[in-house]
Protein backbone atom coordinates (compact mmCIF):
# COMPACT_ATOMS: atom_id res chain seq x y z
CA UNK A 1 0.00 0.00 0.00
CA UNK A 2 1.86 3.19 -0.70
CA UNK A 3 0.68 7.15 0.36
CA UNK A 4 0.38 9.17 -2.88
CA UNK A 5 -0.17 13.30 -2.47
CA UNK A 6 -0.15 14.27 -5.93
CA UNK A 7 -2.89 14.14 -8.84
CA UNK A 8 0.03 13.31 -11.53
CA UNK A 9 1.60 10.81 -9.02
CA UNK A 10 -1.53 8.99 -8.69
CA UNK A 11 -2.42 8.91 -12.07
CA UNK A 12 1.17 7.98 -12.94
CA UNK A 13 0.55 5.36 -10.51
CA UNK A 14 -2.80 4.04 -11.74
CA UNK A 15 -2.09 4.24 -15.94
CA UNK A 16 -0.62 0.47 -15.58
CA UNK A 17 -3.53 -0.60 -14.37
CA UNK A 18 -5.72 1.02 -16.47
CA UNK A 19 -3.57 -0.16 -19.65
CA UNK A 20 -3.77 -3.52 -18.30
CA UNK A 21 -7.22 -3.71 -18.24
CA UNK A 22 -7.58 -3.47 -14.32
CA UNK A 23 -10.58 -2.46 -12.10
CA UNK A 24 -10.45 0.51 -9.96
CA UNK A 25 -12.44 1.24 -7.20
CA UNK A 26 -12.59 4.50 -5.14
CA UNK A 27 -13.18 4.92 -1.17
CA UNK A 28 -13.81 8.90 -1.18
CA UNK A 29 -13.47 9.62 2.89
CA UNK A 30 -12.33 12.52 5.24
CA UNK A 31 -9.86 10.54 6.81
CA UNK A 32 -10.77 9.55 10.27
CA UNK A 33 -11.25 5.98 9.40
CA UNK A 34 -13.51 3.40 11.29
CA UNK A 35 -15.65 0.94 10.84
CA UNK A 36 -17.74 1.49 8.36
CA UNK A 37 -15.17 3.59 6.58
CA UNK A 38 -13.06 0.04 6.85
CA UNK A 39 -16.90 -2.05 5.17
CA UNK A 40 -16.50 0.48 1.96
CA UNK A 41 -12.76 -0.46 1.56
CA UNK A 42 -13.67 -4.40 1.99
CA UNK A 43 -15.95 -4.05 -0.69
CA UNK A 44 -13.93 -2.34 -3.34
CA UNK A 45 -11.18 -4.52 -2.33
CA UNK A 46 -13.85 -7.85 -3.55
CA UNK A 47 -14.69 -6.21 -6.53
CA UNK A 48 -11.83 -4.74 -8.14
CA UNK A 49 -8.39 -5.28 -8.76
CA UNK A 50 -7.04 -1.87 -7.19
CA UNK A 51 -8.65 0.34 -4.80
CA UNK A 52 -7.87 3.95 -4.15
CA UNK A 53 -8.64 5.57 -0.42
CA UNK A 54 -8.94 9.19 -0.74
CA UNK A 55 -7.86 11.07 2.12
CA UNK A 56 -9.40 14.36 2.13
CA UNK A 57 -10.63 17.18 4.49
CA UNK A 58 -12.68 19.19 2.07
CA UNK A 59 -13.00 22.42 3.05
CA UNK A 60 -15.40 23.99 0.47
CA UNK A 61 -18.33 21.48 2.14
CA UNK A 62 -17.92 23.01 5.34
CA UNK A 63 -19.62 26.30 6.62
CA UNK A 64 -17.85 29.22 8.30
CA UNK A 65 -19.03 27.94 11.33
CA UNK A 66 -18.91 24.49 11.44
CA UNK A 67 -15.88 22.14 12.60
CA UNK A 68 -12.88 22.04 10.09
CA UNK A 69 -10.32 22.99 12.08
CA UNK A 70 -11.35 20.54 14.73
CA UNK A 71 -11.66 17.69 12.31
CA UNK A 72 -9.57 14.61 13.22
CA UNK A 73 -6.50 14.03 11.04
CA UNK A 74 -4.70 11.18 11.48
CA UNK A 75 -2.81 10.14 8.20
CA UNK A 76 -0.84 7.83 9.45
CA UNK A 77 -3.39 5.56 10.92
CA UNK A 78 -5.84 5.96 8.25
CA UNK A 79 -3.39 4.53 5.55
CA UNK A 80 -2.65 1.70 8.14
CA UNK A 81 -6.47 0.45 8.23
CA UNK A 82 -6.53 1.08 4.84
CA UNK A 83 -3.97 -1.63 3.97
CA UNK A 84 -5.03 -3.64 6.42
CA UNK A 85 -8.41 -3.91 4.55
CA UNK A 86 -7.36 -4.10 0.58
CA UNK A 87 -6.46 -0.57 -0.18
CA UNK A 88 -3.77 -0.47 -2.72
CA UNK A 89 -3.11 3.71 -2.58
CA UNK A 90 -4.03 5.98 -0.12
CA UNK A 91 -4.58 9.49 -2.01
CA UNK A 92 -3.61 12.15 0.83
CA UNK A 93 -3.70 15.39 -1.14
CA UNK A 94 -2.98 19.01 0.22
CA UNK A 95 -5.87 21.63 0.08
CA UNK A 96 -3.41 23.29 -2.60
CA UNK A 97 -3.19 20.28 -4.61
CA UNK A 98 -7.09 20.31 -5.04
CA UNK A 99 -7.72 23.83 -5.47
CA UNK A 100 -4.60 25.20 -6.55
CA UNK A 101 -5.71 28.63 -7.60
CA UNK A 102 -7.80 28.65 -3.81
CA UNK A 103 -11.83 28.06 -3.95
CA UNK A 104 -12.51 26.97 -7.51
CA UNK A 105 -14.79 29.07 -9.48
CA UNK A 106 -16.49 26.15 -11.29
CA UNK A 107 -18.96 23.85 -8.74
CA UNK A 108 -21.31 21.26 -9.13
CA UNK A 109 -24.96 21.77 -8.24
CA UNK A 110 -28.25 20.24 -7.73
CA UNK A 111 -30.30 23.39 -7.46
CA UNK A 112 -32.92 21.14 -7.05
CA UNK A 113 -32.34 18.98 -3.67
CA UNK A 114 -29.32 20.46 -2.04
CA UNK A 115 -30.78 22.87 -0.06
CA UNK A 116 -33.13 19.75 1.54
CA UNK A 117 -32.71 18.30 5.22
CA UNK A 118 -29.13 18.83 5.95
CA UNK A 119 -28.77 21.18 3.28
CA UNK A 120 -31.13 23.83 4.43
CA UNK A 121 -28.49 23.89 7.79
CA UNK A 122 -25.29 23.25 6.00
CA UNK A 123 -25.93 26.10 2.95
CA UNK A 124 -23.25 25.24 0.25
CA UNK A 125 -22.13 21.60 1.75
CA UNK A 126 -23.49 19.97 -0.74
CA UNK A 127 -22.17 22.01 -3.73
CA UNK A 128 -18.92 21.52 -2.03
CA UNK A 129 -19.18 17.51 -1.99
CA UNK A 130 -20.67 17.03 -5.67
CA UNK A 131 -17.27 18.81 -6.62
CA UNK A 132 -14.87 17.88 -4.92
CA UNK A 133 -16.35 13.86 -5.80
CA UNK A 134 -16.68 15.32 -9.01
CA UNK A 135 -12.58 15.57 -9.03
CA UNK A 136 -11.81 12.20 -7.24
CA UNK A 137 -13.64 10.44 -10.15
CA UNK A 138 -12.37 11.81 -13.05
CA UNK A 139 -8.75 11.92 -11.03
CA UNK A 140 -8.57 8.50 -10.40
CA UNK A 141 -10.82 7.02 -13.34
CA UNK A 142 -11.93 4.63 -11.24
CA UNK A 143 -14.65 2.14 -12.40
CA UNK A 144 -16.59 2.03 -9.04
CA UNK A 145 -17.22 4.37 -6.22
CA UNK A 146 -18.19 3.12 -2.78
CA UNK A 147 -20.49 5.64 -0.51
CA UNK A 148 -21.89 4.79 3.13
CA UNK A 149 -25.84 4.49 3.82
CA UNK A 150 -25.55 6.94 6.78
CA UNK A 151 -24.95 9.86 4.44
CA UNK A 152 -28.25 8.94 2.66
CA UNK A 153 -29.13 12.33 1.09
CA UNK A 154 -25.30 12.53 -0.36
CA UNK A 155 -25.40 9.08 -1.71
CA UNK A 156 -28.44 9.91 -3.34
CA UNK A 157 -27.33 13.44 -5.03
CA UNK A 158 -23.80 11.54 -5.55
CA UNK A 159 -25.68 8.92 -7.86
CA UNK A 160 -27.90 11.33 -9.46
CA UNK A 161 -25.34 13.90 -10.55
CA UNK A 162 -23.28 10.60 -12.07
CA UNK A 163 -26.59 9.92 -14.00
CA UNK A 164 -27.39 13.38 -15.07
CA UNK A 165 -23.64 14.08 -16.03
CA UNK A 166 -22.78 10.66 -17.52
CA UNK A 167 -20.05 9.34 -15.84
CA UNK A 168 -18.45 6.62 -16.60
CA UNK A 169 -18.28 5.13 -13.07
CA UNK A 170 -21.02 2.55 -11.03
CA UNK A 171 -21.77 4.05 -7.26
CA UNK A 172 -22.01 1.79 -4.80
CA UNK A 173 -23.90 2.47 -1.67
CA UNK A 174 -23.08 -0.23 1.45
CA UNK A 175 -24.76 -0.83 4.51
CA UNK A 176 -24.62 1.52 7.08
CA UNK A 177 -22.29 -0.10 10.14
CA UNK A 178 -23.33 0.28 13.71
CA UNK A 179 -21.96 -0.21 17.24
CA UNK A 180 -23.80 -3.06 18.93
CA UNK A 181 -26.02 0.02 20.68
CA UNK A 182 -27.15 0.56 17.49
CA UNK A 183 -25.38 3.69 16.95
CA UNK A 184 -24.31 4.55 13.90
CA UNK A 185 -20.81 4.58 13.39
CA UNK A 186 -19.20 8.23 12.47
CA UNK A 187 -16.19 10.05 12.72
CA UNK A 188 -17.86 13.11 15.10
CA UNK A 189 -19.16 9.71 17.45
CA UNK A 190 -15.79 10.65 19.46
CA UNK A 191 -16.34 14.08 20.04
CA UNK A 192 -19.27 12.80 22.37
CA UNK A 193 -18.98 12.02 26.35
CA UNK A 194 -20.21 8.64 27.16
CA UNK A 195 -23.24 10.57 28.52
CA UNK A 196 -24.22 11.93 24.77
CA UNK A 197 -23.13 9.10 23.61
CA UNK A 198 -26.05 6.87 25.59
CA UNK A 199 -28.38 9.15 24.43
CA UNK A 200 -27.86 8.95 20.67
CA UNK A 201 -29.03 5.38 20.78
CA UNK A 202 -32.13 7.21 20.81
CA UNK A 203 -32.13 7.74 17.13
CA UNK A 204 -31.45 3.79 16.06
CA UNK A 205 -34.33 2.92 18.57
CA UNK A 206 -36.66 5.66 17.39
CA UNK A 207 -35.86 4.84 14.04
CA UNK A 208 -36.07 0.90 14.86
CA UNK A 209 -39.59 1.49 16.40
CA UNK A 210 -40.91 3.32 13.29
CA UNK A 211 -39.83 0.80 11.04
CA UNK A 212 -41.73 -2.07 13.14
CA UNK A 213 -44.87 0.19 13.41
CA UNK A 214 -44.56 0.68 9.60
CA UNK A 215 -43.81 -3.08 8.52
CA UNK A 216 -47.05 -3.61 11.01
CA UNK A 217 -49.21 -1.43 8.91
CA UNK A 218 -49.19 1.98 10.26
CA UNK A 219 -48.21 3.90 7.04
CA UNK A 220 -49.27 7.44 8.78
CA UNK A 221 -46.59 10.01 8.54
CA UNK A 222 -47.36 12.10 11.22
CA UNK A 223 -46.95 9.10 13.63
CA UNK A 224 -43.90 7.45 12.48
CA UNK A 225 -42.37 10.65 12.28
CA UNK A 226 -43.72 11.56 16.10
CA UNK A 227 -42.04 8.15 17.19
CA UNK A 228 -38.18 9.04 16.12
CA UNK A 229 -38.93 12.75 17.78
CA UNK A 230 -40.35 11.02 20.47
CA UNK A 231 -37.56 8.83 21.51
CA UNK A 232 -34.48 11.91 20.76
CA UNK A 233 -36.22 14.46 22.84
CA UNK A 234 -36.71 11.81 25.83
CA UNK A 235 -32.77 11.25 25.61
CA UNK A 236 -32.36 14.54 26.26
CA UNK A 237 -31.50 15.00 22.47
CA UNK A 238 -31.85 17.90 20.37
CA UNK A 239 -34.07 17.16 17.09
CA UNK A 240 -32.75 18.97 14.16
CA UNK A 241 -34.93 17.30 11.48
CA UNK A 242 -37.03 14.00 11.21
CA UNK A 243 -38.44 14.07 7.63
CA UNK A 244 -40.08 11.01 5.96
CA UNK A 245 -39.71 10.93 2.02
CA UNK A 246 -40.12 9.22 -0.95
CA UNK A 247 -36.97 6.98 -1.83
CA UNK A 248 -37.06 7.42 -5.68
CA UNK A 249 -37.48 11.77 -5.45
CA UNK A 250 -36.44 12.30 -2.26
CA UNK A 251 -39.41 14.89 -1.53
CA UNK A 252 -41.05 14.94 1.44
CA UNK A 253 -44.23 13.59 2.62
CA UNK A 254 -45.53 16.42 4.09
CA UNK A 255 -48.82 14.20 5.41
CA UNK A 256 -51.24 11.73 4.72
CA UNK A 257 -49.78 7.86 3.86
CA UNK A 258 -46.65 6.47 2.50
CA UNK A 259 -47.16 4.73 -0.71
CA UNK A 260 -45.75 1.10 -0.32
CA UNK A 261 -45.22 0.34 -4.06
CA UNK A 262 -42.87 3.62 -3.94
CA UNK A 263 -41.19 3.29 -0.56
CA UNK A 264 -39.86 5.85 1.94
CA UNK A 265 -36.43 7.25 4.03
CA UNK A 266 -36.83 8.36 7.27
CA UNK A 267 -33.99 10.79 7.65
CA UNK A 268 -32.41 12.38 10.94
CA UNK A 269 -30.44 14.75 11.87
CA UNK A 270 -29.75 15.79 16.17
CA UNK A 271 -27.55 17.26 18.32
CA UNK A 272 -26.67 15.36 21.57
CA UNK A 273 -24.14 18.17 23.13
CA UNK A 274 -22.64 20.28 20.40
CA UNK A 275 -22.09 17.02 18.30
CA UNK A 276 -24.99 16.61 15.04
CA UNK A 277 -25.42 13.24 14.27
CA UNK A 278 -27.53 11.63 11.34
CA UNK A 279 -28.98 8.34 10.51
CA UNK A 280 -31.90 6.93 8.56
CA UNK A 281 -33.81 4.34 7.52
CA UNK A 282 -35.90 2.73 4.73
CA UNK A 283 -39.01 1.52 5.10
Known amino acids: MKIVKTISELRAELLPFKMAGKSIGLVPTMGALHEGHASLIDASARENDVTVVSV ?11 DLDKYPRRLAKDAELGAAHGASFVFAPEV ?11 LVRDESLEGLYCGAYRPGHFR ?7 KLFLISGANKAYFGKKDYQQAF ?3 RMV ?32 KEREAAISISTGL ?35 EIANMNTLLALQGGVIN ?24
Not at 96 to 106: K, S, V
Not at 213 to 231: E, F, H, S, T
Open 56 to 66: FVNPIQFGKTE
Open 96 to 106: AEMYPDGDPLT
Open 128 to 134: GVLTVVS
Open 157 to 159: LIR
Open 163 to 194: KDLNFDIEIRVMPIIREQTGLARSSRNEYMSD
Open 208 to 242: KEAKAAYDAGLNKVQPLRDMVVKQIIASGGQVQFV
Open 260 to 283: KEEGAVILVAAFFGKTRLIDNIEL
